[in-house]
């Protein structure tokens, strides 16, 4: 069914709050606000958006560590996102897991994982707990094109065909692993075909047209749902910011990011929406309350308390050792 109006307007106002916090991040990194790794989300809204808003609220989410986007779409407050980015103890994880470690249990959210692919068999593994209990749960893990090329991937899938589980690998293929570009690093380019040889239905959707995605994405997941059938989509995609804050991002042309800009999927959708200046002005100035709300919400909040460092640490031999929660 074609997306009504009100739909595609609530994914525009989606893709602009992921795009203003990810803004808002790089300036308060600047500033000195977050420390530690920190990797932006820009030009990728789309995947996001329209993936996870295909999910019903008891569904699970994973990613990568460029998760922050993730985590807003799925319903974690922005000041907990934000005050993670800080290292507050307001943050989703008490400001112990910063940037790559955003994660939320009562939004079904399993975080962002920072080590490559390795969030894919946790995925798994939740989509194997979804079959076993009956409850028709689907799973969604996002994972970048350079996870692609791990073992743990392919093993993960070949679990989840041979027991036929409700698992959704999500490539989000933004053309870099890290600086590396696509060709140089797979022998394979469309990468969304390395899985077919393990029987898994796997296909590839423009990952900058938000309503193409979310069309693909619900037909993945209701094909998941009824059938408890593993599934791989490749979004096309790209990231208008380098790797993370430290990446220039000096290996790519300023003529192949202009090419990409004018696909912005923000833009795009709002282009095709025809959406006036007055209503645009007026989203944007919301989209810029609750982000002001979650950078001043962030400051605000306290430092996590000394007594809580070595907290849900694997205990050691050490007598002296604090007592863990």
């Given at each position: 069914m ?5 739909t595609?307007?609530g994914l525009?106002?989606?893709m602009l709050?992921?795009?203003r ?10 500033l000195g606000?977050?420390?530690?790794f ?8 789309a995947?996001?958006v329209?993936c996870l808003?295909a999910l ?7 990613s990568?560590?460029r998760?922050?986007g993730h985590a807003l779409?799925?319903?974690v407050?922005?000041g907990?996102v934000m005050?993670e ?6 943050g989703t994880?008490r ?15 399993l975080?962002?994982?920072g ?13 194997f707990a ?8 689907v799973?969604?893990?996002?994972l970048g ?8 991937y392919y093993e ?5 065909a041979l027991?036929?589980?409700p698992?959704i690998c999500i490539?989000?293929n933004?053309g870099y ?10 022998a ?5 075909k ?6 898994v239905?796997s296909?590839?959707?423009d ?7 979310r069309?693909?994405a619900e037909r ?11 599934a791989v989509l ?13 990446d220039?991002a000096?290996?790519?042309?300023k ?6 800009r004018?696909?912005?999927p923000?833009?795009s ?9 007055d209503?645009?002005?007026a989203?944007?100035?919301e989209v ?9 919400f962030?400051?605000?909040s306290p ?15 050490d007598?002296?050792?604090?007592e863990r929660a």
């Amino acid at each position: 069914m074609a997306l009504s109006r009100e739909t595609q307007i609530g994914l525009l106002s989606r893709m602009l709050l992921v795009r203003r916090f990810e803004e808002r991040a790089g300036q308060q990194y600047g500033l000195g606000k977050i420390n530690g790794f920190c990797h932006l989300y820009i030009g990728q809204e789309a995947v996001a958006v329209g993936c996870l808003t295909a999910l019903d609220k008891d569904d699970y989410a994973i990613s990568g560590y460029r998760e922050h986007g993730h985590a807003l779409v799925r319903g974690v407050p922005p000041g907990a996102v934000m005050a993670e980015l800080f290292g507050k103890a307001t943050g989703t994880s008490r400001g112990k897991g910063g940037s790559m470690h955003i994660m939320s249990a009562e939004h079904r959210f399993l975080g962002g994982y920072g080590i490559v692919g390795g969030q894919v068999p946790l995925g798994l593994g939740y989509a194997f707990a979804s079959k076993y209990r009956g409850d028709s749960t689907v799973v969604q893990a996002f994972l970048g094109d350079a996870a692609v090329n791990q073992g743990v991937y392919y093993e993960s899938l070949n679990m989840a065909a041979l027991w036929n589980l409700p698992l959704i690998c999500i490539i989000e293929n933004n053309g870099y692993g890290m600086g590396t570009a696509v060709a140089r690093a797979s022998a394979v380019t469309e990468l969304y075909k390395k899985s077919e040889g393990l029987g898994v239905h796997s296909e590839w959707v423009d990952g900058m047209d938000v309503i193409k995605v979310r069309e693909a994405a619900e037909r993945l997941v209701e094909r998941a749902r009824e059938e408890s059938k593993p599934a791989v989509l490749e979004c096309r995609t790209y990231r208008f910011r380098g790797h993370s804050m430290a990446d220039p991002a000096t290996y790519r042309t300023k003529e192949e990011l202009e090419a990409y800009r004018k696909q912005d999927p923000v833009l795009s959708l709002r282009d095709r929406l025809k959406i006036t200046e007055d209503k645009w002005k007026a989203m944007e100035a919301e989209v810029k309350a609750v982000v002001d709300a979650s950078v001043k919400f962030a400051d605000e909040s306290p430092e996590p308390d000394a007594s809580e460092l070595m907290q849900y640490i694997h205990p050691t031999n050490d007598n002296n050792a604090p007592e863990r929660a």
